[in-house]
């Protein structure tokens, strides 16, 4: 990553993405289904944020050791974190589920965080030079 900043790079480094840990879709199928197939379920689908922040405080040291003006700096968990219950971050809306499985962020997710990328791109962009 150095020799990509030093060649005058922008580099984009997106952080951890939340571990639900159950198959999210499933999990929706079975609790619509216990909800007399009734949506949005009573009771959305979440993760402890606490738990996160301990699973990934090795990956974010890593990540934040890294230093230079051109890089940009992505927190998925801002987008799905503290967003609807403060502590807990959320597997889904009521329109989209956010992981396609226990870590992998559906298409709808991924869709959520590549708008992040792009908007803090826009943003941080270099100037170029001519």
């Known amino acids: 990553m150095q020799l990509l900043l030093e060649h005058g790079h922008q580099v984009v480094l997106v952080y951890p993405i939340p571990e639900v840990g159950w198959h999210v879709p499933n999990m929706l199928a ?68 956010f992981y396609a499985d226990e870590h992998h962020p559906s298409l709808a997710g991924a869709q959520i965080i590549v708008g992040q990328i792009i908007l803090e791109l826009s943003i941080n962009s270099l100037p170029t030079a001519g």
């Open 30 to 97: 079975r609790r619509t289904l216990l909800n007399g197939l009734k949506w949005p379920i009573p009771d959305p689908l979440t993760t402890s944020y606490a738990v996160f922040l301990e699973r990934t405080a090795s990956s974010y040291a890593l990540l934040d050791s890294f230093k230079g003006e051109a890089i940009i700096r992505v927190y998925p968990e801002a987008l799905f974190c503290n967003v609807e219950e403060t502590g807990r971050c959320s597997a889904h809306s009521d329109d989209e589920i």
